[in-house]
């Protein structure tokens, strides 16, 4: 690849960075030596591969949503089924790297932040399936809007610890899990499920989350006969969108949008959708980025109907990819993203996360604009089994 | 020289160690602030460190978050809290008062704009806590320019190559942090500061303050016999936490009295 970014200590341009207090910079350090010391690792590749095939099953196919595309009367429409991994999204591609990473570092007892729950069960499961102690922090309000994800961790052995500060959602519970971090650095390995907070984390969580893109490259011709004129994800902190862009960054014939949680409506304030309002640039867990902020610098809250797409910033090569123009981003607000959830139901046979609904509605409103010829990529980042209590509560249907 | 240069030296000639309380601007309510920063130097105070109140304070534990939130409620930002240091300084002009919190007020204001505010209102020191020298050359350059002192943590687990990092950017003092976790948190291990003090020595000549973990008379001692100056902060905080807005002042007052006499003994 041509594209070469970060460099070495982390700078996407003028995002992303080192931005943490000196008790973290030791710990790190640790982290930046060891991922070096086995990203090119054949035996450490070797493993993750092994896992990725028989434990989480991939490669996650592609399907085309023929139905879907038809009824649109416009662009082509196909779905990348990181809803068929283990534990039902993208983020367990992450959470493998990671341990496997924590446990050559010999940390036993692993941390992880969490909004939607997606990456608090990735993390539990690999804990689990490595024998590790897990710790999961979570906003209390998503603790709510996300109990059958609770359940799921309490299943697999982590203990989950509702975040009753600021917000009560990921942007407090990745504040608690860095002060845990902080407090418990000798023995403990925090697995951050984005691609945000400080280097070398925004690079390690889209490497391992790249596989989605790296497949999608060799599927796409076989399948559609060609590469897609746009991919399209959903982004909240982005790790999704990373893993599905990465790959196509080099490809200029590939749009790249990123579809940000646009809420109640842009107009209402009342959204998570920094890099489409172009809101004002800051510093915020570990990175310069764009971020939702008042004149003071205060971080304001978000809303969105997705848990996992409520948080303030974004990763900084989001912004990045913004500012250099090789990716654009749009908001898709509550009842859009709600349409395309139960659109997709309807048309075929597959329940969405209500985060992936949200690049699934982008796809939908421009496909009908675009001749029949034109192909879409949508990464179906996870499915939305989660989520049925919240659409139930929406049509007033108690469960 | 400096005002926090002077009152090491002064210190250093009376063979005394430098006590240095913490609060959050704002907390309990604005209108208290510059009343508690008097009555912190009435009380024995060399140095204050004031709190910038922050949205999401990642280092703090709970008892400094708290603060924080308390102070937002009132809407307390950057500008009120140089407007409060300004009006501190129209009767006291030689207690230095440090600055502490996170970069992103600062971002949101400008370094420049915020670094000449500093001078004007006489801020003697600047630590923000999530800006390490790696991310921060450029922000502390604006307050070198304006005379302001960048502060600077080193951690239990800082390495030999940062500390001697550390050294080379900081100005003031540098404030070592005694234990690994938040502010607030867990209890002192005195025989592991004191074997960490003498790597510290070789590469700062700055005066050392130390923090975290300090909650009465005796932990003070203890610590001030182990480096030039004690920073309290989530103890100072607690205390405004339980007292009522009568009695806040006073409470607070004795509170750092007694400290000061503990220190005193070091």
């Known amino acids: ?399 | 020289m400096s005002r926090i240069q002077t009152v090491f030296e002064e210190l250093k000639q009376r063979k005394r160690k430098a006590l240095i309380p913490f609060f959050t601007a704002g907390d309990p309510n604005p209108q208290l602030t510059v009343p508690l920063l008097h009555a912190l130097v009435e009380a024995g105070a060399d140095i204050i460190e004031l709190g910038v109140p922050f949205s999401d304070p990642m280092a703090d534990g709970p008892t400094i978050q708290r603060a924080s939130e308390r102070a937002l409620r009132h809407h307390v930002g950057l500008h009120h809290v140089l407007d409060m240091v300004a009006e501190f300084r129209r009767s006291n002009s030689g207690t230095p008062i440090v600055l502490m919190g996170y970069g992103n007020p600062v971002e949101a204001m400008g370094w420049e704009t915020f670094a000449q505010r500093c001078a004007e209102v006489g801020v003697d020191g600047v630590l923000t806590v999530d800006f390490p020298p790696e991310e921060g050359h450029e922000a502390f350059a604006h307050l070198e320019k304006h005379g302001i002192d960048p502060i600077f943590l080193i951690a239990p687990t800082s390495t030999d190559a940062r500390v001697e990092r550390v050294a080379k950017q900081a100005r003031g003092y540098v404030y070592y942090v005694s234990l690994k976790g938040v502010t607030g948190a867990g209890h002192l291990d005195l025989a592991a500061i004191e074997q960490k003090i003498p790597q510290l020595r070789r590469h700062i000549q700055l005066p050392i303050g130390i923090g975290f973990g300090i909650r009465d008379a005796a932990t003070a001692l203890a610590v001030a016999k182990l480096c030039d100056g004690v920073v309290v902060g989530s103890r100072i905080v607690q205390e405004i936490e339980n007292s009522s807005e009568q009695d806040v002042v006073a409470n607070v007052s004795k509170l750092v009295k007694e400290l000061r006499q503990a220190v005193n003994l070091a």
């Not at chain 1, 971090?181 to 490497?207: C, K, Q, S």
């Not at chain 1, 764009?290 to 971080?299: A, H, R, S, T, V």
Request: net charge negative.
């Open chain 1, 1 to 399: 690849m041509t594209y070469n970014y970060p460099d070495q200590y982390g700078h996407f341009g003028p995002y992303g960075g080192i931005y943490v207090a000196e008790t973290l910079m030791g710990a790190l350090d640790e982290l930046n030596q060891a991922y070096e010391k086995y990203r090119h690792d054949p035996e450490f590749i070797a493993e993750l591969n092994a896992d990725l095939k028989h434990y989480v099953g991939r490669p996650s196919p592609i399907y085309h949503a023929r139905h879907l595309s038809a009824h649109l009367g416009g662009a082509q429409i196909y779905l990348k089924r990181e809803d068929l991994n283990h534990t039902g999204a993208h983020k367990v591609n992450n959470t493998i790297g990671q341990a496997l990473l924590a446990r050559r570092m010999g940390k036993k007892r692993v941390i992880a932040e969490t909004g939607a729950g997606q990456h608090g069960v990735a993390t539990a499961t690999v804990a689990a399936r490595y024998g590790m102690e897990c710790v999961v922090y979570m906003g209390a309000a998503d603790v709510q809007r996300q109990s059958p994800n609770v359940f799921r961790m309490k299943l697999l052995g982590a203990t989950v610890i509702p975040v009753e500060s600021g917000s009560k959602t990921l942007k407090d519970a990745l504040n608690e899990a860095m002060r845990d971090w902080v407090t418990n650095i000798e023995n403990t390995f925090y697995i951050i499920g984005t691609v945000a907070g400080p280097h070398p984390y925004p690079m390690l969580v889209r490497d391992f989350n790249s596989i989605v893109s790296k497949e999608a490259v060799v599927q796409m011709p076989e399948l559609a006969g060609r590469q897609p004129d746009a991919v399209i994800a959903c982004v909240g902190g982005g790790s999704n969108a990373m893993g599905v862009f990465y790959h196509y960054i080099d490809m200029p014939g590939v749009k790249l949008i990123g579809v940000e949680a646009g809420g109640h409506g842009i107009a209402s304030g009342e959204h998570a959708a920094p890099l489409t309002t172009n809101s004002p640039v800051g510093v915020l867990h570990g990175n310069k980025t764009y971020l939702m902020q008042d004149e003071d610098g205060q971080i304001i809250e978000t809303h969105s109907i997705s848990a996992g797409l409520d948080y303030p910033g974004v990763g900084p090569e989001h912004a990045w990819l913004k500012d250099s123009g090789r990716a654009e981003y749009v908001a898709i607000d509550d009842d859009e993203a709600l349409r395309a959830f139960h659109d997709l139901c309807h048309f075929e046979g597959i329940i969405p996360a209500l985060e992936s609904s949200h690049a699934l509605a982008h796809a939908m409103k421009i496909a009908p604009t675009m001749g029949k010829d034109k192909v879409l990529l949508v990464n179906l980042s996870g499915r939305g089994d989660k989520d049925i209590n919240t659409v139930a509560r929406l049509k007033g249907i108690t469960l």
